[in-house]
T-cell receptor, first 112, second 113 residues
């Protein structure tokens, strides 16, 4: 079946450091890919998405590129802030459906 | 953006009792609502999908008689955990969709003693 694999956390970075959170997927066909963020005490929020190969999703300084050849959708940000501390979930959705398949989530801690 | 609320945010109940969790879309009409379960350090697991006015569709391995889902209106869905046991202790998250993106609630922490 479909699955999403994320790097284990927690990831601890200093403010202004470069961030990469790895995400790879297994799925048949051409899924859409998503990154969600969950701040403490809040629900998941859509951060960015990409619907086809080579698409780049971007939002709030974060970006991720849909790489079909490596089945990856790694999340990157050039300079993290303390306010980026949260749990990040990678997810996929098959075309035409509404079911999301999530990775395990990666906790990011950004320190001053 | 669209807001989804859940109530209660945390609940403790005794083994054998039932507990109801509410999920509301506050500023949009949700034609579809989803219920997820999350174990520590594990991914969100979809339990069921419900469309307003019809029976929920449960994922394989989810007991529909234990996890009762009602989606009686376009803004409210409820999940009732019947005859709860300690193994049902978990974090339950709902999401709501108006046909496009899913909007997630903040989750409900259930502890069964």
């Amino acid at each position: 079946g479909d699955s999403v694999t994320q790097m284990e956390g927690p990831v601890t970075l200093s403010e202004e450091a470069f961030l990469t959170i790895n995400c790879t997927y297994t799925a048949t066909g051409y899924p859409s890919l998503f990154w969600y963020v969950q701040y403490p005490g809040e629900g998941l929020q859509l951060l960015l998405k990409a619907t086809k190969a080579d698409d780049k999703g971007s939002n709030k300084g974060f970006e991720a590129t849909y790489r079909k050849e490596t089945t990856s959708f790694h999340l990157e940000k050039g300079s993290v802030q303390v306010s980026d501390s949260a749990v990040y979930f990678c997810a996929l959705k098959k075309g035409g459906g509404n079911k999301l398949t999530f990775g395990t989530g990666t906790q990011l801690k950004v320190e001053l | 953006g669209a807001v989804v609320s859940q109530h209660p945010s945390r609940v403790i109940c005794k083994s054998g009792t039932s507990v109801k969790i509410e999920c509301r879309s506050l500023d949009f009409q949700a034609t579809t609502m989803f219920w997820y379960r999350q174990f520590p350090k594990q991914s969100l697991m979809l339990m069921a999908t419900s469309n307003e006015g019809s029976k929920a569709t449960y994922e394989q391995g989810v007991e529909k008689d234990k996890f009762l889902i009602n989606h009686a209106s376009l803004t409210l869905s409820t999940l009732t955990v019947t005859s709860a046991h300690p193994e049902d202790s978990s974090f339950y998250i709902c999401s709501a969709s108006d046909g496009g993106e899913q909007y997630f609630g903040p989750g409900t922490r259930l502890t069964v003693t």
